[in-house]
């Protein structure tokens, strides 16, 4: 077999530009600017390819992209500084666009953990009740799921508008979406306006099965239209970040 990664271009732009102070400007302090871009191309053109003793025949890939990277930061002194940038560096994957966006969305569930577990402990300290092994399964599940749906959501603003200004987006959808539920009151005590909002926002059923254990005891009655509501909103939003990572990339 033959395979081989070319790298077709590897620009190094070194912007240096030191705006120190004039009267006390050196070469090891100052401000500092750059950017790097290159392409990696990956080429497969064998007439066959042995795998585990078989062989398959007429094999051909040939794909190529671009990553770049920009970069600013503060030398302090010959060995010290702070440095700051942003890297594409994954849209250079040779892994599939999906493998990609499930990385980023498995990360944010994982992480998502840490919070829900120290709000659990505090919980339980000042008095709640044990939800029981299942409910708190249930809590878990729904805390990491409703974090990857806020992960999709994330991605696809920030992929959309490749800006840091998109970022107060990212949170009031999250929040908008969270604030009109029943997560603060239930719904009899909501304002009729809330109240109809909540009804057909299908967060308020994540909130609905995610607490049922807290509240009283587990059934499939308060759990199955948490987990549809769930698949709904990724498959939704999964499919616009994967569109617009897609789209990025091409």
Not at 190 to 207: D, R
Request: with cysteine.
């Amino acid at each position: 077999m033959k395979s081989f990664v070319r790298i077709a271009a590897g620009m190094a732009l070194a912007l240096t530009a030191m705006l120190a102070n004039a009267q006390t400007q050196t070469p090891d302090t100052g401000w500092y600017i750059g950017g790097s871009i290159g392409q990696s191309q990956l080429k497969f053109d064998d007439g066959s390819l042995q795998v585990a003793g078989a062989t398959s025949q007429s094999i051909s890939k040939d794909e190529s992209d671009t990553a770049w990277k920009i970069f600013a930061g503060y030398r302090f002194g010959k060995y010290v500084a702070i440095e700051g940038g942003w890297t594409d560096r994954l849209l250079a994957s040779p892994a599939p666009r999906w493998v990609l966006l499930a990385g980023t969305v498995l990360a944010a569930s994982a992480r998502a953990l840490i919070p829900a577990t120290f709000v659990f402990v505090i919980a339980l300290l000042l008095g709640a009740g044990w939800p029981g092994i299942g409910g708190l399964l249930v809590a878990y599940f729904m805390v990491a799921a409703m974090a990857a749906v806020a992960a999709c959501w994330g991605s696809a603003l920030a992929l959309r508008f490749k800006s840091q200004s998109a970022a107060p987006l990212m949170q009031a959808g999250t929040m908008a979406l969270v604030l009109t539920t029943t997560a603060y009151a239930p719904l009899a005590l909501l304002q009729p306006w809330m109240k109809s909002v909540a009804e057909v926002n299908p967060v308020t059923e994540v909130i609905e099965a995610a607490r049922q254990g807290f509240v009283g005891s587990v059934t499939l009655a308060n759990t199955w239209p948490g987990v549809v509501a769930l698949l709904g909103l990724l498959t939704v939003l999964g499919a616009w970040a994967l569109r617009e990572m897609r789209r990025t990339a091409a």
